[in-house]
Nanobody
């Protein structure tokens, strides 16, 4: 497993933007598909977006399409970003960075949550 350290989060007005970042250490960054999940109070954790190990393909949940963008720096930064635009109050949640290894025996890794609050 790798260590995931998030940055970003906080309060933003509806219609605003926010960028979350997650720095990865303790493993070869290019070995992991990186993703973001979120969990609102009283709800289950849900998938937001993911990007393949080489940055070639990105996947989005329907609510994120057209508003959110995931990207990664496969260099010394070893960081994955989630740019969130046109935020809505229902986007308010705790956002978690996730690393899924290409090695089948390596367990997934999770970062600590980043609280995002969107005021109406």
């Amino acid at each position: 497993q790798v260590q995931l350290v998030k940055s970003g989060g906080g309060l933003v007005q509806a219609g605003g933007s926010m960028r979350l970042s997650c720095a990865v250490s303790g493993g070869a960054f290019s070995r992991y598909t990186m993703g973001w999940f979120r969990q609102a109070p009283g709800k289950e954790r849900e998938f937001v977006a993911a990007i393949e190990w080489n940055g070639g393909t990105a996947y989005y949940e329907d609510f994120a399409k057209g508003r959110f963008a995931i990207s990664r720096d496969n260099n010394a930064a070893n960081t994955v970003h989630l740019q969130m635009n046109n935020l809505k109050p229902e986007d308010g949640a705790t956002y978690y960075c996730h690393a899924e290894s290409l090695w089948p025996d390596e367990p997934d890794s999770w970062g600590q949550g980043a609280q995002v609050t969107v005021s109406s």
